[in-house]
């Protein structure tokens, strides 16, 4: 794991500090074990490092006026939305105040002919897209997780559909950020496109709050396809099916999720959801568009397989069935671990250009062979993105070491490969030191920009940069 | 105009500076007044302001040598592609040194598989699609002019295929940057998607060489659609065909090109062009898919437009007629200036949420009606972008008063709207006041990344923002 000796000193909650933000939130701020527990320990293997406060925010004017406090007593201010990271993005590894932003969790406007929606931070994607339901439109970013939008754009979150309709780095429109001084910004706008000045937007996407508290989320939108259409194909080797993604993705098909899933996520899958698919490096397919067109895609995708070793395409065009074969695809963290009762996982991903998939799965695979590491993989491979879980217990040091010595080898072939250290997980601070090596020069500009907005280094420390 | 007096005072050219630019580069560093003049002069309206001299770059280390050498003098720097910028992005506002890129012409790597390739930044767009050529591959931005794709990304171009396609935004994958001090950074990668830290790539795109020099660009490629048609249709009022764009974008009819032309545009664009089309409210459609997508998207189109008072669906299906069909469409900022010989134009865009598009247009246009001025427009409809150019004598400040006025208001209403002072021209010297404006309190940020990474204000000062 990465060190935390290089994060800024550990601070202390003053009783001035902590009178401070009891004046200005009463109960809604807490220094309670379990509270602070709660809040330190995302859903990763990562130790907690449990905040000294949790300041429950309902307003962008109060995120503005904790981190106010906050800065004055040079507390360090943590983000929280619903915990689901996976790099241990919450910890509080420094101490410090959390704010905790699942209260402010009203959609603030929805605009169906503009195809936008404006919503508070602690929004959770599912809770928008049942709020959406009678408009016809959807918003279709999906990491798995129920995540709030505002944990997502700081993460830069992508999932299953990202292949069609982009990650958070396409879809935020504009954004309100909190800056380390208190200062309340909005970046963008509601302009499909603007050629008006830096990309603020963008760069506070995936910022992880290490530049600002993003309180408020101007999203896209799309209308829900006519027709949608899910099917599941098994291979004969891993090999066949990522060479099919390599050649949709080449031939164009305007695929809505292209998902792999290798034999061992397969019999986890089956065992964990009570399913009987082949036990077989398989392909869960979607198509949206129009009746004719989900069609021609579909025949088009099941051509490729079919020349790949694909044995067989079992549709499903009911939503019931799509929900369920979906919903099995959602599960496979949980069902991984399940292989092994009692134990943690150690997710990780990582993306790389399209024509170096198969080498970078087979090689990543092989070492998992010689290990016997237990590491069922899935892969949003559309985009080039693989995940493996290490299944794991976390109290063995033999196993966490083993753990670490393949993820960074894995980790550096993809960056052999032109790839990156995280497709979509993020760095927090479990993949600082892969951050590093990856950007190279670039990685002292991230942190020159860190320092202008943040100068005291209160915003989340110890996270994707070093200063 | 602009007032250029905060910009930094002048610098003088010193003859040690002369003598360390001339030793790097020999001839290719240029103090002679026609070529200090070509460099200090857009495509537009805006006032030239030659730079001291101009070096001719041919590697970004040597990019880097020039910057260090005017670094230590404290010359300002400004990089130049082609100079088909439209808002003074160019200008040599406090002198120094331009750098021109065009002989950094050289195509790097093609990879088909990847669907990506990497230029370097004096590469324009038709000489990179014609290296394409033979690998069924295109690169679709295409602002119109024949710019640098240095240039472009620079300037976070877009153009007539935005709206399926996206901006420069959305298809640079990563860069080779050189810093004010001479640093050259790699920026991105070549995965499609990344969560590794911050997103400096979408930093340096739109930054206009304020914040570095763009010397290697890697961008996404598409497969040559298997089918494309193009059709013309025009419409009883404006307000038709708007209204077209607009429920065709909310139908989700994965349009390649919805462009407007008014009917000032459309006489304009016959006079040139030499064509007889119907003098009103015109859209220029493109449709790519495979032969029965772009079947399904037309007649899907077709028919929106026919319930909005579309008079006639005029196909081009060869690629020889589409060829003149858009060829008259990009002529359209010559057709405009050809109304009335030896005027210049004035050319301004905005961009606003594509449902108060109808109304931002028509109060744009009765302004115009009620000021005399000429202003075709042209419109870039369903991204909610639409341009102007005011046609002037720009030695006749009455005129250019004017279109001040009418320019201050169109933005203004643009801004009232949700929308941006600058859907894809950029701010140069002549936005800098409405960026002021539409960014608020972000503005000020932009200024401390400015001076982060630049501190001594060298890089393209007096552009985008104030510091």
């Not at 259409?229 to 066949?240: K, L, R």
């Not at 809505?256 to 065992?271: F, G, H, P, T, Y």
């Not at 080039?384 to 879980?389: T, Y």
Request: charged share 20%; hydrophobic share 40%; glycine share 10%.
């Amino acid at each position: 794991m990465t060190a935390i000796a290089t994060t800024r000193p550990r601070a202390a909650l003053t009783e001035e500090a902590r009178a401070e933000l009891t004046a200005l939130l009463g109960e809604r701020f807490s220094t309670s074990g379990p509270v602070r527990d709660h809040h330190g320990k995302d859903e990763s293997y990562h130790a907690a490092f449990p905040p000294d406060g949790v300041a429950f925010a309902q307003t962008t004017e109060e995120v503005s006026a904790i981190v106010t406090i906050c800065a004055k007593h040079d507390l360090p201010i943590i983000p929280f939305g619903t915990g689901t990271s996976l790099e241990g993005g919450i910890a509080a590894v420094s101490g410090g105040i959390t704010i905790d932003l699942s209260g402010m969790n009203a959609i603030l406007r929805v605009s169906p002919e503009d195809l936008d929606v404006t919503v508070q931070a602690g929004v959770t994607r599912k809770r928008l897209n049942e709020h959406l339901r009678d408009t016809g439109l959807f918003f279709p970013i999906d990491p798995g997780a129920d995540a709030s939008l505002g944990g997502m754009t700081a993460t830069r979150a992508s999932g299953t559909n990202a292949v069609r309709y982009g990650t958070m780095r396409e879809n935020v429109l504009g954004l309100t950020v909190v800056l380390a001084d208190g200062r309340i910004i909005k970046t963008g706008g509601r302009a499909r496109k603007s050629a008006a000045g830096y990309d603020l937007t963008r760069l506070f996407v995936g910022s992880e709050g290490t530049l600002g508290i993003v309180t408020e989320v101007t999203l896209k939108l799309y209308g829900i396809p006519e027709a949608v259409s899910s099917a599941v194909c098994a291979f004969n080797d891993i090999h066949g099916a990522v060479n099919t993604v390599i050649q949709t993705i080449q031939t164009g098909i305007p695929i809505a999720r292209i998902e792999l899933l290798d034999e061992v996520q397969m019999d986890a899958v089956n065992k964990y959801s009570k399913l009987d698919y082949a036990v077989a490096p398989t392909l869960f397919f979607e198509f949206h568009g129009t009746e004719a067109g989900v069609k021609e895609q579909a025949e088009m995708a099941a051509a490729i397989a079919l020349e790949h070793g694909g044995v067989e395409f079992a549709w499903a065009t009911r939503a019931e069935d799509r929900s369920k074969l979906w919903q099995a695809r959602h599960d496979g963290y949980y069902a991984a671990l399940a292989l092994r009762p009692g134990s943690k996982g150690w997710p990780t991903d990582v993306c790389v250009p399209i024509s170096r998939l198969a080498d970078c799965i087979l090689e990543t695979k092989k070492d998992l062979a010689e290990s016997n590491m237990l590491a069922p993989m899935v892969g949003h491979v559309g985009d080039g993105n693989f995940h493996l879980v290490y299944v794991i217990d976390p109290d063995k040091p033999e196993e966490m070491a083993e753990a670490q010595r393949l993820n960074d080898k894995m980790v550096a072939r993809a960056l052999a490969m032109g790839g990156t250290c995280t497709g979509e997980h993020g760095i927090g601070y479990g993949k600082m030191a892969f951050l590093e090596q990856e950007a190279g020069d670039a990685y002292a500009v991230m942190g020159e920009i860190k320092l202008a907005l943040d100068p005291k280094n209160i915003m989340n420390p110890g996270k994707v940069v070093r200063v």
